[in-house]
DNA sequence: ATGGTTGCAGCGCAA
């Protein structure tokens, strides 16, 4: 069995303490991290590689930053999604143990009709026509991260106060769709089929952890040949909860490898 | 509630 956890950090510098203990309660064998916010020279490699991990970077000053731990080594990596122009450090790619496997951290896209929400649509266009390429390959690919899109509206705490706002428009909601129609599996899901208040992203604002006032935004897609290895699913909800956590929850998959 | 909180960097911006 192997375990694939997709987490958005929200700065890995801050986090370090937290990521380090749970790598040692959880064992991953593949982490995707999402907003490490630091350039790859300031990047915590050490503490990290103390506990038997592998590490491949595309970081940034301030804002985004993405990144692969593994305890198997990490092979072909590419940073950035291939034939998209972007100064932004949103996507790594790499083939680990026969698995391919991106950390995708999606533009948050601020408002619906923005600049940065038409950047963000331009990026889920790019991510789409490299995931039909990456189909073609047929094999085991999970691309995980943080998509910053509710599928639906059962994965939205409160649909109507969110109805057509950004992370629940219907133009991301389609991008996103459109991804998992040329035949990922949203391991999740598939795992939960109607489970409701099944969320990876709280808001630090106004008790939203608290209220359990959450959006499902944080998603593992898998090919047909993941998906046929696909074990079970989770939230790893308790890391939400303790003293400076991440505004994100931990989604962890386990593959019958 | 055009609020609220967090992180980075150097106090406004992004989420």
């Given at each position: 069995?192997i375990k694939?956890?997709?987490?958005?950090?929200n700065?890995?510098?801050?986090r370090?303490p937290?990521?380090?203990?749970?790598l040692k309660?959880?064992q991953p064998?593949?982490?995707?991290?999402?907003e490490?916010?630091?350039?790859?020279?300031?990047f915590?490699k050490?503490d990290?590689?103390?506990?038997?991990?592998?590490?491949?970077?595309?970081?940034?000053?301030?804002?985004?930053?993405?990144?692969?731990?593994?305890?198997?080594p990490?092979?072909?990596?590419t940073?950035?999604?291939?034939?998209?122009e972007?100064?932004?450090?949103r996507?790594?790619e790499a083939?680990?143990k026969?698995?391919?496997v991106?950390s995708?951290y999606?533009?948050?896209?601020?408002?619906?009709?923005s600049d940065?929400?038409?950047y963000?649509?331009?990026?889920l266009?790019?991510?789409y026509?490299?995931?039909?390429?990456?189909?073609?390959?047929?094999?085991?690919?999970?691309?995980?991260?943080?998509?910053?899109?509710?599928?639906?509206d059962?994965?939205?705490?409160d649909?109507?106060?969110?109805?057509?706002k950004?992370?629940?428009?219907t133009?991301?909601?389609?991008g996103?769709?459109?991804?998992?129609?040329?035949?990922l599996?949203?391991?999740?899901?598939?795992?939960?089929?109607?489970?409701?208040?099944?969320?990876?992203?709280?808001?630090?604002?106004a008790g939203?952890?608290?209220?359990n006032?959450?959006?499902?935004?944080d998603?593992?897609l898998?090919?047909?040949?993941?998906?046929?290895l696909?074990k079970?699913?989770?939230v790893d909800?308790p890391i939400?909860?303790?003293?400076?956590a991440?505004d994100?929850?931990?989604?962890v998959?386990?593959?019958?490898?």
């Amino acid at each position: 069995m192997i375990k694939i956890a997709t987490w958005n950090i929200n700065s890995i510098r801050v986090r370090l303490p937290l990521l380090l203990t749970w790598l040692k309660e959880t064992q991953p064998d593949i982490v995707l991290l999402q907003e490490t916010k630091t350039t790859d020279d300031q990047f915590p490699k050490e503490d990290i590689e103390n506990l038997n991990y592998n590490i491949a970077l595309n970081g940034q000053k301030t804002y985004n930053g993405v990144a692969l731990l593994s305890k198997y080594p990490i092979e072909d990596i590419t940073s950035g999604i291939p034939g998209f122009e972007d100064e932004q450090a949103r996507y790594i790619e790499a083939v680990i143990k026969g698995l391919r496997v991106a950390s995708i951290y999606v533009p948050n896209g601020s408002e619906v009709g923005s600049d940065k929400y038409a950047y963000k649509l331009r990026f889920l266009q790019a991510l789409y026509a490299h995931t039909k390429t990456l189909l073609t390959y047929d094999e085991a690919l999970i691309l995980g991260g943080d998509y910053n899109i509710a599928p639906t509206d059962l994965d939205v705490y409160d649909p109507q106060e969110w109805h057509e706002k950004i992370l629940c428009s219907t133009p991301e909601r389609e991008g996103l769709r459109s991804l998992l129609h040329l035949g990922l599996t949203d391991s999740l899901r598939e795992t939960h089929r109607d489970e409701k208040d099944l969320y990876t992203w709280w808001d630090y604002r106004a008790g939203a952890w608290q209220n359990n006032f959450g959006l499902r935004i944080d998603h593992l897609l898998l090919s047909p040949q993941a998906a046929d290895l696909l074990k079970n699913t989770s939230v790893d909800k308790p890391i939400r909860s303790v003293e400076k956590a991440s505004d994100h929850a931990p989604v962890v998959c386990e593959l019958d490898i």
